[in-house]
Nanobody
Framework: QVQLVESGGGLVHTGGSLRLSCAAS????????LGWYRRAPGKQRELVAE???????NYADSVKGRFTISRDNAKKTVYLQMNNLKPEDTAVYYC??????????????WGQGTQVTVSS
């Protein structure tokens, strides 16, 4: 079995920073892609950032210049550094991955989410 576990959420004021982590565990053959999504109150889930080995990261326009996605392949972990946070960033943030194991491929694998709240 393979799992994604997020951590690092919390409560900050406008202009503050948080760093989210997502660690993949289990029997993993390869990680094709890792990304971050979020669901804000009253809104649909949206892509925040994603990163694939050998390619440039992609960001939503709303976070470009403020958020940075990175990965540590040895630790099988993806990070999301969030700076200059705004109230509209308030959401549950989910890690998503396309991961292969010796027993099969998880094309869409989700973590259970971590809450980020930004006060005015």
């Amino acid at each position: 079995q393979v799992q994604l576990v997020e951590s690092g959420g919390g409560l900050v004021h406008t202009g503050g920073s948080l760093r989210l982590s997502c660690a993949a565990s289990g029997s993993i053959s390869s990680i094709h892609r890792l990304g971050w999504y979020r669901r804000a109150p009253g809104k649909q889930r949206e892509l925040v950032a994603e990163i694939t080995s050998g390619s440039n990261p992609n960001y939503a326009d709303s976070v470009k210049g403020r958020f940075t996605i990175s990965r540590d392949n040895a630790k099988k972990t993806v990070y999301l550094q969030m700076n200059n946070l705004k109230p509209e960033d308030t959401a549950v943030y989910y890690c998503n991955g396309d991961i292969s194991t010796p027993y099969g491929r998880y094309s869409i694998l989700w973590g259970q989410g971590t809450q980020v709240t930004v006060s005015s």
